[in-house]
């Protein structure tokens, strides 16, 4: 059972355009949400992170969208570069106990010069 | 001044032999975790300690066995390997359990068992 869905699987994306990146959760208990960049041969990497009592939070060209109704949260990337190019994963965890990261599967973003 | 550091970088083995991959954090974090990923890029917890005491056991089998001999090191020794070991392991440290505090990964130890 999938409880973080992300798509697309994969995208290419022209320099200078926007990138989106969408995540979809089922447990209502999730309460706050990470995204993840990985480079080819590296650890992931946190990029930006929400709580659901906001809408939006932006940082520089990363800005993550949330509908707390939808049970959805994207990343747009503005003036998408080449070095942007690597996975991205968003996740979730559960407020409480033991922090457990949910992954979704990941995004292969390719910025295209 | 490398954050977490996990060696060997690369781990290639047959089916039956035993293998320990090491972790260490120079953070001063209290909780370190160990990740898998498999071929899809999927990433799942595996086991997660906090000041040297197990705090989540994901369902892994117990051929696999974490051991923190202090806070700084987590280590992972596997049994009697099988061909679905096969994977990309990840270890990770936080400031804290808290379920916003940040992950730092190492860069991974990619096993492979033929």
């Known amino acids: 059972q999938q409880q973080v869905k992300q798509s697309p699987q994969s995208l290419i994306v022209q320099k200078g355009g926007i990138s989106i990146i969408n995540c979809a959760y089922e447990?209502?208990?999730?309460?706050?949400f990470p995204w993840y960049q990985q480079f080819p041969g590296k650890g992931p990497a946190l990029l930006i992170a929400?709580?659901?009592?906001?809408s939006e939070k932006k940082e520089g060209r990363f800005t993550i969208s949330f509908n707390k109704s939808a049970k959805q949260f994207s990343l747009h990337i503005m003036d998408s570069q080449p070095g942007d190019s690597a996975t991205y994963f968003c996740?979730?965890?559960?407020?409480?106990?033991?922090?457990?990261?949910?992954f979704g599967q990941g995004t292969r973003l390719t910025i295209n010069p | 001044d490398t954050a977490v550091s996990q060696t060997p970088k690369y781990l290639v083995t047959q089916m039956g032999n035993d293998k320990s991959i090491k972790c260490e954090q120079n953070?001063?974090?209290?909780?370190m975790y160990w990740y898998k990923q498999d071929s899809k890029k999927f990433l799942k917890i595996m086991f997660s300690?906090?000041?040297?005491?197990?705090?989540i056991n994901e369902t892994v089998p117990n051929r696999f066995s974490p051991k923190s001999p202090d806070k700084a090191h987590l280590n992972l020794h596997i049994n009697s390997l099988e061909l679905g070991d096969s994977a990309v392991y990840f270890c990770?440290?936080?400031?804290?359990?808290?379920?916003?505090?940040?992950?730092?990964f190492g860069n991974g130890t990619r096993l492979t068992v033929t």
């Open positions: 300690y906090n000041n040297k005491e197990l705090i």
């Open positions: 990770a440290s936080s400031q804290d359990m808290g379920n916003d505090s940040p992950l730092h």
């Open positions: 996740a979730a965890s559960k407020l409480g106990g033991a922090q457990k990261l949910v």
């Open positions: 929400i709580r659901p009592d906001v």
């Open positions: 447990n209502t208990a999730f309460d706050y």
């Open positions: 953070l001063g974090h209290d909780t």
